[in-house]
Structures are given as structure tokens and as C-alpha cells.
């Protein structure tokens, strides 16, 4: 579904931005819309609230994510989408969930649903867009920044790794940079845990029809972003290599 939606937030934290909008259609936690507005290419984001009213969160990175920054209230955006297959939660487990960095703006609609939640930072000024809901968060949340700056000392796999020596969880939910969700997949398995864990490619199409997003056999668009940790453990590339706008296979440095 395509459609045009009037932003009706904004909210600045250093480089990561996010920008909020009425937008009448459901939405689970972990999906996410192709967005785009006059002066920028089309971009994937996911949702980082799910409710009446939607927002997407943002790390400025280059040209369309600096352009979407110039959207303001009041101001057009085009969004397509949802798309993909979000997190399968249904009561029956006992679920931790786990954001790094920019990786924290996905997993918000799952603290607003009171999930148990682990988030981690290189630094406290990079979770400044989080403490709005971490204020409001029904379940237990711990923090964690490379540089011990707000919270542990450490990496998301060490406080994932502190945090079950006083808690038991059946099932981990995780979004982050990659290098971050591979070694929590093998923590996961090694542990004998379950998880899901959203991946990222480059997308054109969103919706699977063009293979710009594929890992090996899977298209993240369509059978994604979110996958299960079975699903994973299946994928050769899955921490090793991409592919760039133009196909090219590129390492993970
Ligand atoms: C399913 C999905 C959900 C995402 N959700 C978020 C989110 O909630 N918040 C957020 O900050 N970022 C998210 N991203 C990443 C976001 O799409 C990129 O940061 C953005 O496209 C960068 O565009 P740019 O022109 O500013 O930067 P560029 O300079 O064009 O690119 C910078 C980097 O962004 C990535 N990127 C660029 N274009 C794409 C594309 N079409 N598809 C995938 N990756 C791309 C590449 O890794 C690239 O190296 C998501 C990506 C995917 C695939
Ligand atoms: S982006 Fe086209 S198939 Fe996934």
C-alpha cells in the first residue's frame, strides 16, 4: 500500500532523528515501509512505534536519511509498505529483548508492549533517543555502552550474558548491527536459546520481487527481516559478506 502521510512530530538527537506521523493501518513490531519525499531516493525503515500513531527513527548516514532530516511538521512523506514479516510473540515465552545502537529504534513497540528489554550503545549520547521510553517501560531494562558511560561497561552480548545470571528467558529478540547479532546468535545456540533477529540488506523493491536484498536463498524483504535463529544458522553470508547497490558481494570488515 502506498501512501501520503503529514508528519506530525520531530524529534533531534544528534544524528539520529525521528519523525512522527498519523497513518491508519496495522503495523507489527519488526516491520518496516519504503519512505520517501521530494529530494531523496526511496529508503527502508522500520517502524519504531506501532500504535495510532507511527514514527520511524533514523542514524543520519548519508544523502536520503540527511534529507529526510529536513522533513518538518506539516511536511508530505510517501510511504510504502508494511512490509516483511515482523517478531512472533505469543505469551507463551519468557522473552528478552535485545537493541544495539541505531538496531534500539525497531525494538521500541516491543518495550512499549512491556517486554523485558537489554539496550546497548558505543556511548550515553547514543541512547538519548531511547530515554523517552525507557521512562515509560512496563518491563525490566538494563543498559549497557562500550565506553561505560551510562549503565555496564560492555558490549550487548556481555550484558546479555550478565543479565541471565539473575534471569531466565526461554527466547531472545534481537536488533543491531550485524557483527553484534552474530555473536548473540552463537551465544543463542551454544546456549541452547531460541531467538529472532532482524537482518538488513539493500533493498530496492521491498516487497521481493527484485533480489537486490537477498542472503543467500532468502529474500530479507519478504521471507524478513525478522528470521529465526534456525533460519539463520543456515545462512553462509550471515556475518561475512553483502551485497552493495550494484550486486557486488562485499566482506564484513
Ligand atoms: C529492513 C530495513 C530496516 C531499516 N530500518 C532502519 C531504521 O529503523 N533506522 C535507521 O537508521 N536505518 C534503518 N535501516 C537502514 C537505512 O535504510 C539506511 O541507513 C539508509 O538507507 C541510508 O541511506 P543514505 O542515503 O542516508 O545513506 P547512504 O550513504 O546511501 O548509505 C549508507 C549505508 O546505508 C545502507 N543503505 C543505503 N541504502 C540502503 C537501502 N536501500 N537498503 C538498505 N540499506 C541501505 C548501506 O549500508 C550503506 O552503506 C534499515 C534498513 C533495512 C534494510
Ligand atoms: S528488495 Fe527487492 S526482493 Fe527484497
Redesign the pocket.
Known sequence: MNSIVTVTGKSDFGD?CSLSFNWDITVGPGQ?VMVWAPG???????L?SVGDVKS???????????ALRKKGIGDSLSIRGPY?NGYRTDGSRRVLVVGGG?GI??ILPLMADGFDTALAARNAGELDFALPAIGKAAGKTWISTDDGSRGFCGNAVQLVQEILKEQEYDEILACGPEVMLFFLHKFCVDNGMKCQM?L?????CGAGLCGS?MIDDKR??ADG?VFTCDEISGMKDFGHSKRD?CGTRVLFR
Open positions: 539520529i518496516f531523496m531516493e526511496e529508503i527502508p525503515l522500520s519504531s520511524v527513527t533514523f542514524r543520519i548516514v548519508g544523502r536520503d536519511t540527511e516483511g541505531i529504534a525497531p532482524s538488513e540488506r539493500h533493498m530496492k536484498c530479507v524483504c527481516p547497490p
